[in-house]
Structure formats: structure tokens, C-alpha cells
């Protein structure tokens, strides 16, 4: 079973990056090739039958299987990162975070009018960087077709967060 084989991959590293937090790190998982392509496979499977005009990955890890997804579906990547990170013309969102806040933005022409839009990070915790990604896809006028996470820590709610954008929220594993 696939969350099996995830639980047993993913690497728990204890007061990263600060005291009592258990960190969630994926870097074991991609060097499993073939567990990399199931992962793909199953948020494929969870997304069959659905229109998805495009996958949206977040800074950096939403990068990894994101790409790869959008591959697998035949649709563009978009990319959402950390403010001046990209060089072309650029729409901002800024949010905060428990001290201080952050910005994400992402290129003008990356998502036409009516798009549908699945959002993909490695990880949905307090889902404040996956609601600024939601507001930079209302911001060009796209839709959210759904969030898929390969982790979701629970007991952070931030599910709750991003129901307001849509119902469909897929994670393979929950902590």
C-alpha cells in the first residue's frame, strides 16, 4: 500500500527547523524512482474524469512531483515562488506567518481566464502558503479545481483553510 511505503520512506527529523518540531522530509522518497511514479500515478487516479487545465506547484518541493503530474496529465506547470525569485512581470501575494509574513508571486500570463487549476505541494500544514497560491490563481481569474499534498499534518487544520477554495483536498498520508 502506498501510505505504507511512504510512512516507512519519509524521514522524521526530530527539532528541525527549530525546537519541537518534527520535520517531515521527503528526500528519501526520490530515491526510489518507483516510488516517486506511484505517487504520481495515485494523485493521477484521485483526478481522473476531472477538467484540470493546469498543476500549480509551490516553492520548491511543489516543484518535484508537480511537474511530473502536470506531465503525466498533459497539461502546463506553473510555478509560484518566493518573491523576486522570477524574472519576468510578476502578480504578488503576501500572507503571515506566526512571526512576520512572507510573499509568493508568480508570472502575469501563466493562467488564462476560466482555467482549472489543481494546486500541488509535498506538504499541507497551517495551508497558509497554499491559500496565497489559491488568491495568485483568483488573482488571474482561474479557478481551483482541488489541492493534492503528498503530507497533510491534521492536527495543524489547514484543511479547514482551504475549503473555502474547494472541497477536493487529497493527501496520500496524514499525520
Known sequence: MLAERLIHTIREVPDFPKKGINFKDITPI?????????IVDAFSSRFSGEKIDAILGVESRGFLFGMMLAQKLDVPFITVRKKGKLPYKTITYSYDLEYGFAEVEMHVDTIQKDWNVLIHDDLLATGGTAVAASELVKMQKGNIAGFAFVIELSFL?????????????????SY
Open 30 to 38: 526520490l530515491q526510489d524512482p518507483k516510488l516517486c511514479l506511484d
Open 157 to 173: 487544520n489547514g484543511a479547514e483553510k482551504l475549503k473555502s477554495y474547494s472541497d477536493n483536498i487529497v493527501n496520500l498520508i
